[in-house]
């Protein structure tokens, strides 16, 4: 049996799961053109729609307002810190609205207001409320909410704001009352008082000067877009010239307001990463002020001339190895679950990879990619198998990513004999085609000082409540040796609602490295850190995800059953990427240890209290008596759990990591 076999046999076992099936995933690429208006100017036409939105509250959580379709109302409110209209009017709203479903939140649009201020400024005041940072201003603007206190209430499905002003008059009680009752609402204005304090203003654009288009919004949308929206691309259109953009500057207005796109969803306070897409607060309110403007050509050159259909050709030179995948055949409409493909290694010699580039057939079908390597099976060629997920990772493609040159002084051992695996994400855009993606490998001519390492922190445990809008479950990896982590993998289903890897030092200081507040499974991808992280042995690298089970998930693809570990998309993950090397090298460190690997698997989940040693009422329900004896034998140190080297020596001489083990 391989080794990866014995890990996915030995995860089942132990959690009493079976790894049986294969990735799926139903492909969103495009969104509705959706008009949003910008906040008016003039007071006599005021706005009365309220567009979608995403934004981040204090704790880190994501915020999307069309998520909340199902509730009966939700308010909206303007914030500063410090503010006493704000306090004033939060005591004069009861809470029988919230226990009938009524959905709150304040938005702060203080340009010198971090998130980390209103935290502490809410921990003062004893604000259990979710205020959103409206980083760049935008969301305020165009709900023309300019007052701390001014409140707005929202009719969810019709997306109509009926009630503007304060939040002490009896028009707030009663168009909150008609809604709860399923009642026909209209817009209700009343004045702020004459002391309303001002939300403070980001600064207001000046008049966009002639050469905008040509100096700064094209050049903008070729560096943040257009490699995935040029002909031949993944986007389901073509940014090609001016005209194409201003056709589509509403929807492309939307996704920035909801961070749709670019497609970039690590928390921007958390972490530097490379090839970070998301747009600063200045990129932000130049386009939208752009595109408020009515996206004007201008004068200068229209660099948007230049995207073109990008040519085949390797970007690092001729590779010392082209691995081609079969032809697969995508139908013009439908979604497409996971392809597993195997290609022999046609070399009878070991190398040490160094760089890699994946070259897709058709750029427009493939959504991403991920090459590993691993022993050979019997058959090559298509497969059902998601064995790779636990291999050697070469790298991740993902648009914008083609090409993965490794951190200096490190390389990936691939073996004579092994072969090439390949998990590709397929997505159909309305034409039948056909991909044959090649994977270019560069050598290098002598062995490097550190091996490339890739680790996975996964729970098979994982027990998701029927109907239940947030449920973490939590994993983690402990390093046994000192290293150096260049980069992080969350990945979940559609159930997955946001993701965060945390790092606890051996001192017992934690810090959150990596933020995903609004996890989309439709856009993965790994976060190369710009620095590299340094863990000493015992650092604990914890996976947290949050699931959303509800009906409020439009990706649910059931909210009425309770969900458990699988490879299926109405099933569910708990996986995390790590990409490393270990500060000092060993001569085996291009080796595999099956019992280490396992036991640190097992590990991680098992220990539910995350305290570094399993006890037993943490082992599987069905075996404890059984084990209580040997367990009792190897807790050596008398400490009522053991740790990593007694919990291996224990799963060992226990036969855990055989398949009959349970």
Known sequence: MSIHQRILSTLASVSGNVFDAQFAVAVLLSVGLIGTAAAADNPDDPVTRASDFTLIDQHGKAFNLHYHEQ????VLMGHRNGSTHVS???????????????????????PGESRADILADTQQHELDMPVLKDEAGLVAETLALNHAAETLIIEPGRWQIVYRGPAATDAFSTTLQALLADESVALTEQAMPADAELLPQHAAAAELPDAMYSDT???????KCADCHRPGGIGPWAMTNHAMIQGFSPMIRETILTKRMPPWHADP??????HDLSLSVDEARQLVSWIDAGAPRGEGEDKLMSVVEQAEQWELGEPDLVVTLPKFDIPATGTLDYQFFEVKNPLDRDVWVRAIQIAPGDRQVVHHAIATFGASSNEAGQSNSSESLFQPQLMTFVPGNETYEYPENTGVYVPAGSSFYTQMHYTTYGRATSDETRIGLYFRDEAPEHVLQHYSIVNPELRIP???AEHEETAYYQFQRDAVIYSLFPHAHYRGRSSEFTIRYPDGREEVVLSVPNYDFNWQRYFQFQEPIEAPAGTFVIHRTVYDNSTANLSNPDPSVTVRFGEQTWEEMLYGGISFRYEEPSESDHEINEDDYMAALAMGFMDVNIDGKIALDEMPEQSRQQLALPFTIM????????????FRSFMVQSNMLSRDAF
């Open 71 to 74: 509730v009966p109302a939700i």
């Open 88 to 110: 004033a009017a939060i005591a004069d709203i009861s809470e029988q609205w919230s226990e009938q479903g009524v959905v709150f939140a304040l938005i702060n649009p203080a």
């Open 217 to 223: 919004i094209a050049p903008l949308l070729v560096e």
């Open 269 to 274: 306070k958390i972490g530097e990463f490379l």
């Open 466 to 468: 029927q109907g239940v």
């Open 635 to 646: 807790d050596r140190n008398k400490t009522m759990g053991l740790e990593y080297p007694e």
